[in-house]
């Protein structure tokens, strides 16, 4: 593929974008740092944010989305990384939602997007269980044809937006294998408990708990029984905007590491003049370009309709190791200061360590990357 320069389009829409991060954005993700955000408040964000174009981003106008390309969406949530982790992942999870329900049947879909498209209800998306993480084929939670209903049982864990979440896409085992489906908090009912973690603490990562929720068939995403293949393809897609939160995350470690590189002085001059230093901000300026260049590959590649599972996982593979090493680079790069609530690039170095772990870990990805190169699968 031949690297592209952003349109016009693309550029306002992005400058617009940041502007109104930072006036309103940025000051709730300082106040609230490491402090969870009521529902409230983070819904005040996401329909705010809605109205710049996520999560509608590049769902087709006539389900009333904007029919944007995933270029362009990529773009548009890297600055709102770059602004705050946390509400990119809660609006990721409402992304996920809206491409999901562009799989529900027309009386579903009608009911839930427009007040997903709003910011207004937040989606969960629950794979993961107690004992199944990597090998996703594995999973437990049980549905159960009763008429024209399911009962679901089950267990799931680490479920993103989980305590915010209206709705919950459920990935369940029935007499047809895996599916999809849609379980209403309020009419199927289902509990949830937050998690607490090292970092990305302002959002919601949860254990969600479904007893016997009498769930309608017609809930149903996609085809009964084809919930493994339309997980793999969710995944795709999800790699690379994980990738770009790891691209947010370190382009804000590099911005913060330059501003103190040119302030800093010792032995007489800026630290940025020592050259060991100026090696560490160029590797750490090479990292975030060649991630972001990865993850725009796959947008690319998706717009263009074409499967890239293998560069969704390089992307992913790379991008959230780089961000790891950048933002372990910056917290040195800070001296005593960089391991201080001052600084932040201690919160970006814990926030950073997160993200290699969901929709695949590295080692998965490096499964997935080798089986593609070398045609034998080292899996088992
Ligand atoms: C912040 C966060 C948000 C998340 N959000 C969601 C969400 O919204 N929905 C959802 O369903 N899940 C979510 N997850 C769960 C995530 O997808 C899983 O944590 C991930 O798939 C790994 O599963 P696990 O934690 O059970 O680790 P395990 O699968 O138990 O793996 C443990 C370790 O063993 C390694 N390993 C496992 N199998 C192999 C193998 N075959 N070869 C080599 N190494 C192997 C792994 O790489 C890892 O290092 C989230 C996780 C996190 C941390």
Redesign the pocket.
């Known amino acids: 593929m031949s690297y592209q320069l952003p349109t016009e389009e693309q550029t306002l829409a992005v400058e617009s974008f940041r502007k109104f991060l930072q006036s309103e954005v940025k000051p709730v993700a300082r106040e609230y740092r490491d402090r969870f955000i009521p529902k409230e408040k983070m819904r005040e964000l996401t329909q705010r944010i809605a109205e710049f174009g996520l999560p509608g981003c590049t769902i087709p106008v006539e389900y009333g989305g904007m029919g944007w390309s995933f270029t362009t969406q990529g773009m548009l949530f890297e600055e709102l990384v770059a602004c705050s982790c946390d509400i990119a992942?809660c609006v990721m999870?409402n992304m996920g939602l809206t491409s999901m329900l562009c799989n529900a049947r027309p009386e579903v879909r009608e009911r839930y997007m427009p007040d997903a498209l709003a910011g207004k209800i937040f989606g969960?998306?629950?794979?993961?269980e107690p004992d199944?993480?990597?090998?996703v084929a594995e999973l437990k939670t049980r549905a159960v044809r009763d008429g024209d209903h399911f009962i679901v049982n089950g267990e799931?864990?680490?479920?993103?937006?989980g305590v915010y979440s209206d709705v919950l896409i459920c990935?369940v085992r029935g007499e047809k294998g895996l599916s999809h489906i849609l379980i209403d908090r309020v009419e199927h009912g289902y509990e949830s408990r937050n998690i607490d973690?090292i970092a990305?603490g302002s959002q919601s990562?949860a254990q969600i708990f479904i007893t016997d929720a009498r769930v309608p068939a017609i809930n149903l995403i996609g085809e009964e029984g084809e919930g493994l293949r339309n997980t793999m393809k969710v995944f795709e897609n999800a790699r690379a905007h994980v990738g770009t939160l790891s691209v947010g995350i370190m382009r804000t470690a590099l911005e913060e590491s330059i501003a103190y590189a040119k302030e800093r002085k010792q032995f007489g001059k800026v630290i940025a003049a020592h050259q060991l230093i100026a090696a560490k901000i160029a590797n750490m300026g090479i990292m975030v370009d060649a991630a972001r260049l990865m993850c725009q590959r796959v947008f690319g590649l998706i717009d263009a309709g074409v499967r890239c599972d293998l560069q969704a996982s390089m992307a992913k593979a790379f991008a959230t190791e780089a961000a790891v090493q950048v933002c372990r680079d910056a917290v040195q790069l800070h001296g005593g200061n960089g391991i201080t609530k001052e600084f932040n690039v201690e919160r970006l170095l814990r926030e950073a360590i997160?993200?290699p772990?969901?929709?695949?870990?590295?080692?998965?990805q490096q499964?997935i990357i080798s089986r593609a190169l070398t045609g034998v699968a080292a899996?088992?």
């Open positions: 992942l999870l969960s998306i629950g794979i993961s199944v993480g990597s090998n799931k864990t680490w479920i993103t937006n990935t973690k990305l990562t997160i993200i772990i969901p929709d695949g870990t590295t080692e998965i499964l899996f088992t």
